[in-house]
């Protein structure tokens, strides 16, 4: 039965991609049409401006709604050759990619590194929690670009702006889940703990760190999806490298069909980089 | 320019008490100046030619200050000489004279990060990269395309680029410290003159009188931007009050179009290749180009930090002379195809060929149907003529950016490096033009430099207490 479920999950799942296609390429096939006609009856003057509008035949503009062929065409043309390198504003979509991973791992590694501990210390003690909590609460919602110009003036430096901009905006879900991972171990355990005459350090790595994980867990997984939104925001604005440099620099040429294929990465990596928290927190689940 | 003094031993120490100071030649045929030396083989060994040259230039100074080697004995005896070494020091410029004694020595600092917007006015400054001129003056340059011109202007207080592609107004605004932290900022040459334009949304083909533009939303670059000053000035002699009849916004160059094809905007006065993109794109037509309001007008600059410039004399004029012969190149008409072709692509301008080629050829289609041939639409004199500055201030203070009394000339002198301008254009062969303070004319109306606040005094329209 699951099986069979599968299945025809899948048979709707490419029917609503194919229709989308089909959309997609009747929405932009229709101009096209225009285009062929009038060249016959121009004078030389009419043709020289057509030839500098760039519409002289044989040319093709480069602006303007993809049509389904063009836009595979570029995925081919970027997916055959990842790793070019003309120099620093030019360089192929794995080498972009590796940059904003990186961004995105060092920021996301250090939130990790204050949150997971601050976020266990504020669990175990309710009068940390009430104290730390109105901070947390005015901190959290800030937008990660307002962060930029702060950072940029205090840091003065870009790439670790970008860096300390998915620190600030990662760290507060994982904060709030660990807290409340930590706050929401069954007494019971703790009762038999202390019990049993646990150290406090046993207490917290051999009880209370495992009841907590999924909780940890999903706060980790909420923030690298945060993480993953705030670099492409990032590094639009502040250049040089990476997928977010990437789109800015494909909409000042105002080529759609890049923007669209750099839409469509950063949708996969973002799901992969989920699925791998999901895979973790599968791991740590445990059923009571 | 002098050649070295072939010394070997304790070279001119003019500070040494108990030598005679002579600057004679070494190859001892007692003429005074080693530039009149014209012994063969009386080079220097490459080591010690900074060091030589260095101490030369001191020499030299001690010996104007004191011409009877008796007296600089007693006075090197009386006070010691490291008081002596400071306080001549503290008089005289020794350190700038000798930075310019070693004209074409070996960069401080090879490798350079420079910051660019990718627009048609940086061009000189990029196709230096393509074409090999940093290389030719033994730099390795990496161009870095900057966001937009806040980023440039913090990407240089953080010292993060060397050199930067600037809106001449800014670093003269960096220098008073308006819109940032006060940052001695210099302007070494103007990467670009005319070169901008007008451009309206293609719905207001009808509407080419600015008197009935009021309520119109215009984009323009940056505020301390010439096209900021420039499109205030000819709504203002339309009679349209910029402050409160349209509303002028900040746009990054590149998101101008984006923004005109929304309809976020009705126009902006901007860089080109971005008016010439909007044609080609069917959005907007060129209203006018900016040379119709001021021909000749300077726009980008060419500039680094008072700091960099000190610490690093020899890279400095290294990187002058690599932008100079690239204006210089740019400036004539004949190579403008093929410096359209080396910018246009994604490192660099990330634009198609053939709308780069109709910025700098001047041939262009207008938006309107029309094919207009203007060769000097765009154009590349690089002379940081200190009256440009002088009107951009009186403008700033036109439009409230700046309060109070402006000493005009003095920050022009300061921010406008225009002596070591000329010095370097006549290393690379271009003839320097006379005088600092030429004349022009905006809209008709004269700008005497001699007379700013006259000037001023001209205008109905204005935010001046």
């Known amino acids: ?288 | 320019m002098f050649k070295l003094p072939a010394v070997t031993e304790p070279t001119h120490d003019p500070y040494d008490a108990d030598r005679p100071l002579r600057l004679g030649c070494a190859c001892g045929q007692g003429h005074d100046a080693p530039a009149a030396c014209a012994a063969p083989g009386v080079a220097l060994a490459a080591p010690d030619d900074e060091r030589a040259a260095r101490e030369y230039v001191e020499a030299a100074l001690v010996k104007a200050l004191f011409p009877s080697d008796a007296v600089r004995r007693r006075f090197l005896r009386a006070v010691g000489s490291g008081t002596a070494r400071a306080a001549i020091a503290s008089v005289l410029p020794v350190t700038a004279l000798q930075a310019m004694a070693q004209e074409k020595r070996p960069p401080e600092k090879r490798e350079l990060k420079l910051g660019f917007i990718a627009i048609t006015c940086a061009s000189p400054l990029i196709m230096a990269d393509p074409l090999g001129f940093y290389k030719r003056e033994g730099l390795d340059v990496s161009l870095m395309k900057t966001a937009g011109w806040a980023l440039i202007r913090d990407k240089m207080i953080n010292r993060e680029h060397d050199a930067s592609h600037f809106l001449s107004p800014m670093p003269l605004a960096m220098s008073m410290g308006l819109g940032s932290n006060q940052v001695p900022m210099r302007v070494a040459s103007i990467q670009n003159t005319n070169g901008q334009a007008i451009t309206l949304h293609v719905k207001h083909k009808d509407r080419r009188d600015p008197k009935t533009w009021k309520g119109f939303r215009f984009a323009v670059p940056f505020e301390y931007s010439m096209h900021n000053f420039l499109l205030r000035y000819y709504l203002a002699e339309h009679g349209v009050n910029p402050d409160t009849e349209v509303q002028i916004r900040v746009t990054p160059p590149p998101e101008m179009v984006a923004n005109l094809r929304a309809g976020n905007i009705d126009g902006f006065l901007g860089p080109d290749p971005f008016n010439q993109r909007a044609v080609f794109d069917e959005v907007g037509f060129i209203h006018i180009l900016s040379k119709e309001i001021w021909d000749g007008h300077p726009c980008c600059a060419f500039g680094l930090s008072e700091d960099f410039i000190r610490q690093n004399p020899n890279t400095y004029a290294a990187l002058f002379r690599a932008v100079l012969t690239a204006s210089n190149m740019a400036s004539q008409p004949r190579d403008r195809e093929l410096i359209a072709r080396v910018i246009s692509p994604a490192q660099y301008l990330n634009q198609p060929e053939t709308v780069v080629t109709q910025v700098l050829t001047g041939k262009f289609a207008d938006g309107l149907g029309g094919v207009k041939t203007v060769p000097d639409r765009a154009n590349f004199d690089p002379v940081p003529w200190q009256s440009m500055a002088v009107w951009m201030l009186t403008q700033m203070k036109r439009w409230g950016y700046v309060k109070g009394d402006v000493d005009y000339r003095r920050i022009a002198e300061q921010v406008f490096l225009l002596t070591d301008a000329k010095k370097h254009m006549a290393e690379v062969g271009i003839r320097p033009p006379e005088g600092a303070y030429r004349k022009f004319r905006v809209m008709g109306r004269e700008f005497d430099p001699a007379k700013p606040d006259e000037y001023l005094k001209g205008f109905s329209l204005h935010r001046m207490a």
């Open chain 1, 1 to 288: 039965m699951p099986a069979s479920q599968n299945l025809r999950a899948a048979l709707l799942s490419v029917l609503l991609l194919s229709v989308l296609l089909l959309t997609w390429q009747i929405a932009t096939d229709l101009p096209s049409g225009e285009a062929g006609g009038a060249p016959a009856a121009m004078t030389p003057e009419q043709l020289e401006y057509a030839k500098l509008m760039g519409k002289d035949p044989g040319a093709q503009k480069p602006s303007g709604f993809p049509t389904p062929a063009q836009m595979a065409e570029t995925v081919v043309k970027h997916l055959s050759d990842p790793f070019y390198d003309n120099g620093p504003n030019d360089k192929g979509i794995a080498i972009q990619l590796a940059h904003s991973l990186a961004r995105v791992a060092l920021g996301f590694l250090c939130a990790c590194a204050l949150a997971i501990p601050l976020g266990f210390a504020i669990g175990m003690s309710p009068l940390l929690y009430k104290a730390l909590d109105p901070f947390i609460q005015v901190l959290k919602p800030i937008s990660p670009l307002a962060w930029m110009p702060l950072a940029l003036y205090t840091i003065k430096d870009s790439t670790a702006s970008g860096v300390f901009v998915i620190f600030i905006c990662s760290v507060w879900p994982m904060l709030i889940n660990t807290a409340f991972g930590v706050a929401s171990v069954r007494r019971e355990w703790l009762n038999v703990a202390a019990t049993l005459e646990v150290r406090p350090l046993r207490r917290a790595f051999r009880v209370i760190l495992p009841a907590a994980a999924p909780t940890i867990l999903t706060g980790m997984r909420i923030s690298m999806g945060i993480a993953w939104l705030v670099i492409v925001a990032a590094e639009m604005l502040v250049g040089g490298t990476g997928i977010g440099y990437f789109v800015w620099n494909e909409w000042n040429n105002l080529s759609l069909t890049n923007v669209i294929f750099a839409i469509v990465v950063i949708g996969v990596v973002g799901m992969l980089l989920d699925l791998m928290f999901a895979r973790l927190q599968r791991w740590v689940t445990y059923v009571e």
